[in-house]
DNA sequence: ATTAAGAGCTTAATTGATTAAGAAGGGCGC
DNA sequence: GCGCCCTTCTTAATCAATTAAGCTCTTAAT
């Protein structure tokens, strides 16, 4: 069974392989005759259709659309925000009729071959860490990019929430509910795997810019309410997972005096810090309130938390790389919104 | 800013192309010196790097795999069991550094442009309806394929379980408990949108294999404990949405005699019986059992369901198209298992 | 001095299509 | 009978690479 091209059924038919392109492609362009004969040859020869990399290639488009997200995929599928995010994201590539290329960024060994190879149009890039070397190939390419919530690329689109605001709103909710003594429990700020308590340095040299603005608005709220920002503990977690919000959770809990409120960057986070707190007996949010983010696991747990658009972000994200107009350089920040729920109010005392 | 090619370069330089394509892929056939001319000059004329659709029809590969799934792209992500799937497809996509090409299938209009174009390497189909056009552009492309829960075709691989028998694991659970006045409620047995009670003709002309099956699994079970299946109340909802579940279960809890136990083969629906059971101020499990399928979100409900291995299934479908051997025609059926939670308990006598 | 080996580059075939432009033939009006 | 248009097909350029095989020189060994 040797390879059957266009060639092959114009060799076996004495016709030229444009005509049998046309069969396929063009159908007014032929008589219905020789037409339908050339399909019969091309059925009983086994004929595979016209190979899509060929055509790709005369015709200048790959119709596809390349994801990158910084973690591996099975962690991207795992995280609601993601998720929420790749509905839009979906949705627009359906409209269009093409087709989503999720591309994994071996983690450990660095190497980008995927997104070299990638046969795309354009490129959406989620949540990468400062100089990741993804996206110095992916800006090789020299193709229509949009980044996501983070890094920030001048001269490329760029779609996201006013972080520092967002992260001050959630830091003031509680602040204004009249806790003073806060605690912080957020993830994906190194890539190092680390598990624990940051000091000021280690928080600051995040490497994930949307992370490092949203720990600002914290702090910013904080010192705008007279606290030390430098007493505020900080517990640093190497995954965005319900269990690790959980010994961040233990951590904070287990000090000295006992912070009244937890602000979390992730909802997922925040879960977990809810199962510390029950594990320890303490009510919510009665002993202790709890801020997540993103709206992205909160409605059922009944958490208060910033809601982001990301289904709406993924959609603006695919028209504008489809659009062909994905080239401006906009900085588009979308509406986020504190929706206060059952786990936090002011401190008793 | 015209179009830089290899050509340009070489051109540039006054080398052959052959050079400039060596200087990229083969670094060891080049002196350093002139690589290095090279390099620089590709870096000044803003060369994207070799053409990947090029190289991708030069080389025969495509680097990506198919996925091919019946419902939208933002459904398909709202789906922890596809979702679950995904997650195990991916990660053998990443281990191998292929991407994975999401494909939708525009859901009215039937046409298959995005099968017919998709550069990939091999298909996954999951949940066809029997006879869906994408099925047929998909063999017609003759690459490995391997098919997930349904259709089966044979010549090909196929990854599952063995529904009836896991059906009938669900039904006898709660036979076994002592219930006989059971009530079922699933949803994709067709595609028509359709809501409501499905009699005898409607349950069997289910053009989803893998429902049907389920279906005569209930069935057999209910037979054999010498229920008179047709009495057995069948409601029927289009979407796999909690709101959906909601309804059936409504619907259910509304006839006289009232079900004391309901089936239903997603856990999502489950999840919406539960919630029609506590509008009518039911006890679960004491006035009503509730059973799910495929563990995909019913732990935190402490929900009874059939536990499917979606991650292990995902990887084996990934790990055999991307052996070559993808067309090995096997049918593989995965374990299942009952997981008894606290949604069912025997009726109160 | 002669030959073999090796380095460094070029030639040309190959991958599988699309499509503008041209050519052959038939039908029609004048 | 002549020109003109139309249909139907062919020719040939093009898309952007990869790579086996061949051609020149050096260099080293005999």
Known sequence: MAKV???????????SRATVSYAFSRPDQL?????????????????????????????GRAGALGLLFSETLAYAFADPYAIGFFQGLATAAEDAGVG???????????????????????????????GHPALAEVLARRLPVVVVDEPYVPGHPFLGIDEPAAAGAAARHVLGLGHRRLGVAMVGLHEDGHTGWADGERQESTVFEAMRARR???????????LDWGR??????????????????HALLGLDPRPTAILTNTDVLALGVLDAAADLGLEVPGDLSVVGFSDSAAEEAGLTTIRQAKQEMGEAAGRLLLSGAGAAPERRLFPYELVVRASTAAPHG
């Open 31 to 59: 008589s219905d005759g020789l037409r339908r004969r050339i399909l019969e040859v091309a059925d009983e020869l086994g004929y595979a259709g016209p190979n899509p990399t060929a055509r790709s290639l005369r015709l």
């Open 5 to 15: 091209t266009l060639q092959t059924i114009a060799d076996r038919l004495g016709v």
């Open 232 to 249: 505020v503990p900080f517990y640093e977690v190497a995954r965005n997972s319900r269990e690790a919000g959980r010994r961040a959770g």
């Open 100 to 130: 989503l290329l999720i591309l994994p960024l071996p983690h450990g060994d660095r190497r980008t071959d995927t997104v070299r190879d990638a046969v795309v149009d354009a490129f959406c890039v989620m949540s990468l860490p400062d």
């Open 216 to 226: 600002g608005g914290y702090q910013r709220a904080c010192e705008e309410a007279g």
